[in-house]
């Protein structure tokens, strides 16, 4: 996957912009927005409409790594596998 931006056009309150985001960006953002059931134009409406002195671009990619970070949060913590744990006392 390419760490180069790729530029895409979106629809906010019934005007055209662009957007330039990472792939890996362009894919979350799209994932978030069906689990909410929502269309990439009216998640990007709502990030637009709360955002202050930022670009759209970096209020996305914010509005990303916030819901990746909240849901690595929520996630039951798991066990580090098996051969990354420390033997026992008593264990050689």
Known sequence: MSARP???????RG?????????????EFRRIA???G???NALAAGIDAGREDVGLA?????????????AALKAPATSPPPESRSPAQGEQ
Do not use: C, N, Y
Not at 20 to 26: D, K, N, R, T
Not at 58 to 68: D, G, W
């Open 38 to 40: 929502q269309s990439l």
């Open 6 to 12: 790729v530029k895409r056009s979106l629809t906010l």
């Open 58 to 70: 970096s209020a996305i990619r914010v509005f990303v790594l916030e819901h990746l970070r909240d």
């Open 15 to 27: 005007h055209r912009t662009s957007v330039s985001l990472e792939e890996a960006f362009w894919q």
């Open 34 to 36: 069906g689990a909410r």
